[in-house]
């Protein structure tokens, strides 16, 4: 169920260490804290072997990559590899540069990764080689849609059998699939789009509930996912004449801090596929 | 009309290419966004030519410089000169150090800048090699005020003139202008300046309205720091007992989130000179 | 008094140049605003002289540290030094790795620092050289509780008495001791916790206090503590049905932006030791 995977985030409180952008890393630190875990950030080659060691889980966030974090990600990721911690891949603007996914292929082939989680236009490209990313959104031509599911979800099971990660693409609908089933969610606000870095702060608290929940990976991922849509739906009841972006981030991290596992039960909107 | 020059934000959704400093980051993709533009954040030399491609323009903020982004800020400059992308170039802490004086300085002389954004402490020590920076704020010495306009105004159309950019001095009162004509400001609130990063926001979303408007650009500048500070009031309003800078913060964005193009229209408080 | 250490602080407006992690960066500049400071953020080698010339103070935290802005921290605290600013160091994670560990005893080697600010693990990895840090909060066997606060008293005149810095150890007991005296202090609430970089915030306003109280650091120190911790008590009187850790931190920002010295000379709860 999914709200023991909450359950088992704030009674064990994982410490992630993360490798993100300096964009919205305070945002990131904040949800991860709300949710139960417990951060740390360090991407100086020099000191992230350590620093992960310590930890339970590391998140690599592409973002604002440059040539000393890139190193400090590929050194922070074969210490977690060896130490059979999970791993979370966020390759934000895969598609947008060769830098990004190049870096992105590189430590999916160097690593093992446990999760890879992007938007469509990013998924695409590291699975297809195109996609065509739009910055750090994803292209409309590439959404999924009620009509384009089926397809979106054999292609999510397909990448997942093919790099024996868990794929979570996120979106107006969510899919989080191994190789064998598909969680569709349709929890969420349009609204999330017009606030910088909730998918980064998915990725950083997605790691968490994956540290906290080691035989149960999937859902696990599926539960992250369905609580920051819920976030987005409960925040917003709180919103009032007046408010806008800023503020609803704040709602969003606030109502991931109240969130007990029977809020999520019952809000959670996912079937499987 | 300023209106039309919001509304083309919100119509086309530029993509803005940032090269900023660390401190304020977060807050400037907030804004893009709640204007109605979209951020993304590169300053990797090796990334920043593809990234500044795909995006309509490139906000240069040296504000946490160092020698790797000083080479990103130039890498992508060139390429968006190349591309006849507006680069609007705001000279954070110029006059407080030789490095930043002289990466300001060089980096106009290098790049076909749109436009340049800064308090009159450091576009003075732009024009003059004085002006007399305490930090980041502009000197009281310098300040524009009602009895030194004249001079102030006189100075911004010669430094456009000199410059072939669009100069946007802001403060107390607000300038912008070209060789020819000059907007006189008195939008915004003394509390504004409680808050850090107010003018890498505005810089950030003086971008996006220079995108949208490429046949209108003064006007367009005009429009975004008209924005700014009558968000700095509309959100002044919203400010209940116990609130701070802090919330502020977040009441400014959410004015500019909620602003539309009749309520700037009816807010802004201009003259041309 | 410690009201009229706060209220120097307002009377002055101490710049403050700030060499500090980009996590927690936006709030330690809105926390200097708020409680009457003003700052500024360099670490690149080649500015950060002149940087911290035209300030009156330097705030050293090493989370996030790297190569480039450990030499940074290097030479800003040699300029520092000479000119006889006070220098802060926030040794964050000092124990998580012998990167933080070394960089903070080569700094308090090489340094003049005024005040060492950290949780009881951090200062007692610098003071015993073991310590059990997890990450970046206090392990809960270090904790100062009623039961270990004669020996923590003792431990940190000692260690004051070593370094000639005042020892600053937040938690949910604070000890602000030179050689001879020792503040403890009970202000602040356990929520605090839940908010990223309250520790960071402390720092950054703590220096502040110390260059606006020449002559009076101890007690500086003391009030900028107790401020804080009064913060976070009002901050939280603010706090509605759904509100979390993200509103908190906005909270708290404000109310140390509305502090009166009689508000904190009344809630400060202190005794001298």
């Known amino acids: ?14 410490l992630v260490h993360n490798i993100t952008n300096y964009v919205t890393v305070n945002d990131v630190a904040n949800v991860l804290l709300a949710c139960g875990g417990s951060p740390i950030m360090s991407d100086e080659p020099e000191d992230v072997e350590e620093i992960t060691s310590i ?3 590391l998140n690599i966030n592409i973002g604002t990559l ?3 974090s890139i190193e400090g990600m590929k050194v922070a990721g074969k210490k977690a590899s ?6 979370l891949l966020d390759p934000v603007g895969a598609g947008a540069s060769a830098l990004r996914t190049n870096t992105a292929l590189e430590l999916m082939d160097m690593l093992n990764i446990t999760v890879i989680r992007g938007n469509i236009s990013e998924i695409k490209t590291l699975a297809l080689g195109s996609g065509t990313t739009k910055g750090v959104d994803a292209d409309v031509a590439d959404r999924v849609t009620e009509e384009t599911l089926d397809d979106a979800v054999r292609f999510a099971k397909n990448f997942a059998a093919q790099t024996k990660a868990i794929i979570a693409i996120t979106g107006a609908i969510d899919l ?22 909730t998918g980064c702060q998915l990725s950083g608290m997605t790691t968490a509930f994956v540290v906290a929940n080691p035989e149960n990976k999937l859902e696990a991922v599926a539960a992250a996912v369905c609580t920051m849509g819920l976030a987005g739906e409960l925040g917003w009841e709180h919103m009032q004449e007046g408010d806008g972006n800023s503020t609803y ?25």
Do not use: F, S, W
């Not at 169920?1 to 994982?14: D, G, H, Q």
């Not at 060896?82 to 791993?87: D, G, Q, R």
């Not at 709602?251 to 039960?265: F, K, P, V």
């Open 249 to 273: 981030r704040n709602r969003i991290i606030d109502a991931i801090y109240n969130m007990d596992g029977d809020t999520l039960e019952k809000g959670a909107k996912y079937e499987l596929r």
């Open 82 to 87: 060896e130490l059979n911690h999970p791993i």
């Open 55 to 57: 930890c339970g889980g």
């Open 66 to 68: 440059n040539q000393r």
């Open 1 to 14: 169920m999914l709200k023991n995977c909450l359950e088992n985030v704030r009674n064990t409180v994982p």
């Open 176 to 197: 989080v699939a191994d190789a064998d089933a598909c969680y569709v969610i349709r929890n969420g606000r349009p609204e999330m789009g017009k606030i910088t870095g």
